[in-house]
């Protein structure tokens, strides 16, 4: 097995990445309970599904019962524990020590089984062909290159395996409300922040034999911002938006989900 690069190898923009996601816990201003305590994993985990309510309806995490999944920053474990519940034999790896820190006790506190790892998704220490599955749900735009880092998730694909993936759509919902409100994104402070276009995630995806892509993310009411502002959102504009046909509106939400085969 390979070793992860020494911290003094890292270039200066990842050093940055990787210490901006340790001090950084996704969702963290929602938690009540103690960082790392069940009834903490708990919250993330409700407010995560209630945010991201689509989640579960295009990702089956039930489907994969002893295949192989790797998820490439997997952050807390949130969604790879439910994978893991689901059967699936999981492997997450972070940047972050933190994160890797963190999601074994979720795993830990949940009773479920899990590799975890401290390394790059940018450069994977895996063969070639070792996973059934590689998720990675909102990481290619926070990282330094995700073209290098498609490719790795290709690589370690086995043939006729399948990659699951989400970018943030430049052209949606929420990054025009941002234009008009002024309220920061969550995570705009990162280091590196992408969107998408659609026509560029598509030209990324071209390395894989097939791939389709689905509009998400819709509209729902925030328990992250308060203000007026927030009242407004959660009062007018999410029950506005969300009465509008979705066939008009789709092309506008926020996530891109893409689902490759190898």
């Known amino acids: 097995m390979l070793t992860l690069e020494p911290e003094e190898k890292l270039s200066p923009l990842k050093a940055d990445i990787r210490e901006y996601w340790n001090t950084h816990i996704h969702d963290l201003s929602v938690a009540r309970h103690p960082v790392g305590t069940k009834g903490f994993f708990k919250e993330l985990d409700e407010y995560r599904f209630d945010k991201l309510d689509y989640l579960p309806k295009v990702v089956d995490f039930s489907g994969y019962r002893n295949k192989r999944i790797l998820e490439v920053g997997c952050g807390i474990g949130i969604d790879l524990l439910r994978f893991a519940q689901g059967g699936g034999r999981v492997t997450g790896v972070d940047l972050s020590q933190t994160a890797i820190d963190l999601a074994k006790k979720n795993f830990s506190s949940s009773n479920q089984k899990g590799?975890?790892?401290?390394?790059?998704?940018?450069?994977?220490?895996?063969?070639?062909?070792?996973?059934?599955?590689?998720?990675?749900?909102?990481?290619?735009?926070?990282?330094?290159?995700?073209?290098?880092?498609?490719?790795e998730i290709k690589r370690v694909l086995k043939p006729g395996g399948h990659a699951i993936l989400m970018v943030y759509n430049r052209v949606s919902w929420l990054n025009a409300l941002r234009q008009v409100t002024n309220v920061a994104l969550e995570h705009e402070d990162a280091p590196v922040i992408r969107k998408f276009s659609v026509g560029e995630l598509k030209k990324m995806l071209r390395i894989?034999?097939?791939?389709?892509?689905?509009?998400e993310r819709f509209p729902v009411k925030t328990r992250l911002h308060k203000g007026v502002k927030a009242l407004l959102y959660n009062s007018?504009?999410?029950?506005?938006?969300?009465?509008?046909?979705?066939?008009?509106?789709?092309?506008?939400?926020?996530?891109?989900?893409?689902f490759a085969e190898k």
């Open 115 to 151: 590799d975890f790892r401290v390394m790059d998704g940018e450069h994977l220490q895996f063969e070639d062909n070792q996973f059934d599955m590689v998720y990675a749900h909102g990481v290619l735009q926070y990282t330094a290159n995700p073209v290098q880092m498609l490719n």
């Open 208 to 215: 894989f034999p097939r791939a389709r892509i689905v509009f």
């Open 236 to 258: 007018f504009f999410v029950g506005a938006f969300n009465a509008l046909p979705r066939a008009i509106v789709r092309r506008f939400g926020w996530h891109i989900m893409a």
